[in-house]
């Protein structure tokens, strides 16, 4: 009798363990399948992706002209304002001047059609992909009253995607950078870049040497050179965006005269 019930104890604990091990790789595989679609579930349709946004504070509302894409006053006021610091975004400043739809997700405050934002600082938050200027920020309400609200909730969860930067007649513009001093060191930094292109690499042609030469990305969106080619200087940007990356050339030169605060006119349209 004995050893039949240590039998039966013997496979009644088999089955229980059996059980235990279906349980348990239920549970883990519950788990992967929730952390495999968790970014899923973060991205709805259209390519939004979830995140959050806050704001930062600014005498005029405007953006901040000391930003790290280095774009001075231009930072401070493209887009009327509307613009934002990022984090994961900036990489390596080669996402300044990169523009976003940003929308928050509470019904009754956030308008459906949410902020257009353009890319002007580095900045890190509390778990937050945009640090927003307050005249971008505002954008996100429905209406004074609603962006009032949200400005009390001073973080929110939203969902965002990159859109094309619209500049109307704008061509891509090059400004040559304060610091710079002619005939030893220019900088530049680049505007109105259009579309969802960015310029991951400038170069200027060195005449005696026939030949193009890098220039080096300072920080942000500004690139300089030491001792730059005398007379006339040609550039060209490669860019990349919409799955592809080339070369395009500048159709203007910097003229040999140049001098800290000069734009020029490429006459690259890019949208």
């Not at 039966?8 to 883990?28: A, D, G, P």
């Not at 405007?62 to 006053?73: E, K, L, T, V, W």
């Not at 579309?195 to 030469?213: I, K, N, S």
């Not at 940007?237 to 040999?256: C, D, H, M, P, R």
Request: proline share 3%; charged share 20%.
């Amino acid at each position: 009798m004995f050893l039949a019930f240590h039998s039966q104890l013997l496979t009644f604990l088999s089955c229980l363990s059996f059980k235990m091990k279906v349980i348990s790789f239920k549970h883990h595989f519950s788990l992967l399948c929730v952390t495999l679609l968790l970014p899923v579930l973060c991205t709805s349709q259209d390519s939004f992706t979830c995140s959050r946004a806050t704001y930062y504070g600014s005498p005029d509302c405007y953006g901040n002209p000391r930003g790290a894409c280095g774009f001075g006053d231009y930072g401070k006021t493209v887009n009327d304002g509307n613009v934002a610091g990022v984090s994961w975004l900036w990489r390596n400043g080669s996402g300044c001047g990169a523009c976003y739809q940003v929308r928050c997700k509470i019904a009754q405050l956030c308008d459906e059609y949410g902020a257009y934002v353009v890319v002007t600082d580095y900045g890190e938050g509390d778990r937050t992909d945009f640090i927003m200027s307050p005249r971008g920020y505002s954008k996100l309400g429905r209406n004074e009253d609603a962006s009032a609200e949200l400005f009390k909730y001073g973080v929110v969860d939203v969902e965002y995607r990159r859109v094309p930067c619209r500049y109307g007649s704008n061509n891509l513009l090059v400004q040559v950078h304060d610091r710079s001093k002619n005939p030893h060191y220019l900088a530049i930094l680049i505007l109105y870049v259009g579309g969802t292109y960015d310029v991951t690499a400038v170069q200027l042609w060195q005449e005696d040497c026939q030949e193009w030469r890098a220039m080096r990305r300072a920080f942000g969106t500004v690139f300089d050179a030491e001792n730059p080619p005398r007379g006339d200087i040609k550039l060209r940007f490669q860019l990349s965006g919409n799955a592809e990356q080339y070369w395009v050339q500048s159709k203007n030169v910097i003229s040999s005269d140049w001098e800290a605060g000069a734009v020029y006119d490429s006459e690259i349209q890019l949208s």
